[in-house]
């Protein structure tokens, strides 16, 4: 299964944001990764769909832009995403109650995106069981959302493994403290794609860094 890439926009330097979208571009990374976040579902604001189209003026024509919307209401903003130019859309299924969810996901993938749930660190791998023919991969994240920087939760490691046996087919991604060291404890329980913001954008060579990460994680990549 192909390792992926991701660095995290939210990390960037937003006084120079354009130079900062080509430089991921540059770095050969897999795709731009887009935390978008309403306040609510997290306690924290970021970027709206415009942000999208401002990355896809920066990006080669075909490079993808995975958008995370950590939101309380993904169906009200997942097709203007779409519209502006992202390619996969998370969402997450701590929101199952009040969203549905392959409802959402066949609208997704009508609009021709990708399609990705995402789980907290506290909900159960059990919970995406129900959900996994409508989704193109899973995003379990390692740290609680809402703030860039935090500390990797190792405890989230057996849900990892258990994601990656319900789902061999699926990609699995990690985003929460991603690092050399946490990135490959992640990769060993299963995951082959990797979102990192702090830890890329803080790089001196970001190319480097994302060569050595994507070989790291190929080395200790597990499937069943």
């Known amino acids: 299964m192909r390792i992926q890439i991701l660095p995290s926009l939210l990390a960037a330097d937003l006084a120079c944001l354009g130079r900062e979208i080509q430089r991921v571009a540059e770095a050969e990374a897999d795709a731009l990764h887009l935390d978008i976040m309403d306040g609510h579902f997290v306690p924290n604001l970021s970027f709206a769909p415009d942000t999208s189209a401002l990355c896809k003026k920066y990006l080669p024509?075909?490079?993808?832009?995975?958008?995370?919307?950590?939101m309380t209401n993904p169906d009200?903003?997942?097709?203007?995403?779409?519209?502006?130019g992202s390619t996969t859309i998370q969402f997450h299924l701590?929101?199952?109650?009040?969203?549905?969810i392959c409802k959402l996901a066949d609208e997704i993938h009508t609009k021709g995106a990708r399609v990705g749930l995402a789980l907290n660190p506290d909900t159960p791998a059990e919970a995406a069981h129900p959900y996994l023919e409508c989704a193109d991969e899973l995003l379990c994240m390692t740290v609680f959302p809402g703030y860039g920087g935090q500390t990797f939760i190792a405890d989230v490691l057996p849900k990892i493994k258990q994601l990656r046996?319900?789902?061999?087919?699926?990609?699995?991604?990690?985003?929460?403290?991603?690092?050399?060291?946490?990135?490959?404890?992640?990769?060993?329980?299963?995951?082959?794609?990797?979102?990192?913001?702090?830890?890329l954008f803080?790089?001196?060579?970001?190319?480097?860094?994302?060569?050595?990460?994507?070989?790291?994680?190929?080395?200790?990549?597990?499937?069943?």
């Open 61 to 70: 024509a075909d490079f993808p832009i995975n958008t995370h919307l950590m």
């Open 202 to 224: 803080k790089q001196p060579d970001m190319k480097s860094a994302i060569k050595e990460l994507r070989m790291r994680c190929q080395k200790a990549f597990a499937h069943p």
């Open 76 to 84: 009200a903003y997942a097709m203007r995403f779409i519209e502006k």
């Open 94 to 100: 701590e929101m199952r109650e009040q969203v549905d």
């Open 165 to 199: 046996a319900m789902a061999p087919a699926i990609d699995i991604m990690v985003d929460g403290g991603i690092n050399f060291e946490t990135a490959e404890l992640a990769a060993a329980a299963g995951a082959n794609a990797f979102v990192a913001g702090s830890f």
